[in-house]
């Protein structure tokens, strides 16, 4: 049973152009994501990126230099993107992350996986949680079967929607909640991360970032 890691992204953000590719500490953005990701049990790490960024220069460099694949497909049409990777790379498992999420925690990914393993469901996701830290992961028949309805663009951007609210077997992992944003969408939540991982360091996990979060 092969688990894919596929991390969305694209370099168009209205609100943070280019946020993927910023500096944070000595990696870019998206390279933590990565880093993150595996050193979780997935079997692979594939990036899944928005074709409005295939004329990018930096983005072909930055995925050979992570060391990971990269695949463009629909800026809006993201459930096609990760359909079209899980078939190339026969997946059995897709882990769901974005790439604006810097401290996504590789355990919780895996405890997300082995729950869905364990409990046999079609959708796991660790809920509620604590913005830029959560997690979705799915069956390949789960994303088959969102992927080849009549789907709503909602649906199609968001990937999951469907799935939720229609397949019949699904677990969540119970984790942490605190009203703070650690994905990044604008300068403050940049910022903000990067604060996070000089008082904590590169390779906090989520106990000692909620605890920063409770110290502040």
């Not at 088959?144 to 990937?159: C, K, L, S, W």
Request: hydrophobic share 35%.
């Amino acid at each position: 049973m092969k688990t894919v890691c596929i991390i969305q992204a694209r370099m168009g953000s209205k609100r943070l152009p280019g946020k993927v590719l910023m500096p944070l500490g000595d990696r870019p953005v998206l390279q933590h994501v990565v880093d993150r990701c595996k050193r979780s049990s997935a079997d692979e790490v594939v990036l899944a990126i928005s074709s409005d960024s295939m004329g990018h220069p930096h983005m072909q460099e930055f995925a050979k230099r992570a060391g990971v694949s990269i695949y463009y497909g629909p800026e809006n049409d993201v459930l096609s993107r990760y359909y079209q990777v899980a078939r190339l790379f026969s997946a059995d498992t897709v882990v769901r992350v974005t790439g604006d999420c810097p401290l996504i925690d590789w355990q919780t990914i895996n405890a997300v996986a082995a729950l869905r393993r364990d409990e046999h469901a079609d959708y796991c996701a660790n809920e509620p949680y604590i913005d830029g830290l959560g997690m979705e992961c799915f069956t390949m028949d789960a994303l088959r079967q969102a992927h080849e309805g009549d789907r709503t663009p909602y649906e199609r951007e968001h990937v999951t929607p469907w799935m939720r609210a229609n397949m019949p077997r699904q677990a969540a992992l119970f984790d942490y909640e605190r009203p703070v944003n650690l994905s990044i969408d604008t300068p403050e939540d940049l910022e903000r991360v990067r604060q996070v991982m000089t008082d904590l360091g590169t390779d906090c996990r989520t106990p000692e970032i909620v605890e920063w979060i409770d110290r502040r």
